[in-house]
């Protein structure tokens, strides 16, 4: 038999001891998680802002899965502070009615192609413009009113043969201005 005798004792830890090891130990336990979590998000969720609206669009012959943004918030935030994009992925931007369109790339860290459209016809397009280096946000403008602008990964419009008059298979509505916008004026 073990001879326990000879371990030392060491006495009992305090009240307040106690609080303060279970204290630490959930906190360490809560930074762990939080850490973990944009980690987790990026694998499984190519799309982080959750609870956009998505829609499979034909761009000359490709399927692009696209989140819709139909509202100005989302508008707003478009595709910033993301670390990447999917392959065949992108952004919609659908607006009441065609207006010159200007677009800053304000937060984002990967270069995009902006495609302009009118009615699902592209009218222009700013390829592979740069995300930010500097910190200032670039600005990119319509030539042109535009009811649509679509963001994919830069070079994508150019591997997809995307040209002005190139006409783009948009969701149902958009084209005629029917879809659902919230929150416009």
């Not at 336990?29 to 499979?56: C, K, N, Y």
């Not at 592209?122 to 500097?134: E, L, N, Q, T």
């Amino acid at each position: 038999m073990t001879d326990f005798s000879r371990l030392r004792q060491f006495p009992p830890a305090s009240f307040p001891a106690r609080i303060m090891a279970g204290v630490l130990i959930l906190a360490v336990a809560g930074w762990l998680v939080w850490i973990s979590l944009p980690m987790r998000r990026s694998v499984q969720d190519p799309f982080p802002s959750a609870g956009l609206e998505t829609a499979v669009i034909d761009v000359k012959g490709h399927r692009v899965t696209v989140e819709l943004a139909t509202t100005p918030e989302t508008q707003e935030t478009g595709l910033s502070y993301r670390e990447s994009l999917p392959d065949d992925h992108g952004m919609l931007f659908i607006f009441p009615k065609a207006t010159n369109q200007v677009f800053w790339m304000n937060g984002m860290r990967f270069p995009l192609d902006i495609v302009f459209l009118r009615n699902g016809t592209v009218i222009h397009i700013a390829a592979d413009v740069p995300a930010p280096g500097d910190g200032s946000p670039r600005i990119v403008t319509s030539v042109e009113p535009s009811d649509m602008v679509l963001e994919l990964n830069a070079a994508a419009a150019a591997a997809y043969g995307l040209q002005v008059g190139d006409v783009i298979g948009v969701p149902d509505g958009a084209a005629r201005g029917s879809v659902e916008l919230q929150n416009f004026p």
